[in-house]
């Protein structure tokens, strides 16, 4: 399973796969449309994903896919 998240550090909105930022410096929307991408392409490739954000009042929210 692949795991993206959105989450703001440091004041901002940032992209982490398997835990490590992959992208920052975003808008929180921008940080979403990214990860969203990121997981459709490799629910594509057949991987189950998980897909977490963080919303403004700091609660984190999940979706799971089993892949293909």
């Known amino acids: 399973m692949i795991q993206y998240a959105v989450t703001l550090k440091n004041g901002e909105w940032t992209v982490f796969e398997a ?26 490739g057949g991987e189950a994903v998980e897909l977490v954000i963080q919303d403004y009042n700091g609660e984190l929210h999940e979706r799971r896919s089993s892949g293909a």
């Not at 490590?20 to 629910?43: Q, V, Y």
């Open 19 to 44: 835990g490590k930022p992959i992208a920052g410096g975003l808008t929180r929307s921008a940080a979403i449309e990214t990860a969203e991408r990121l997981a459709f392409i490799a629910e594509e």
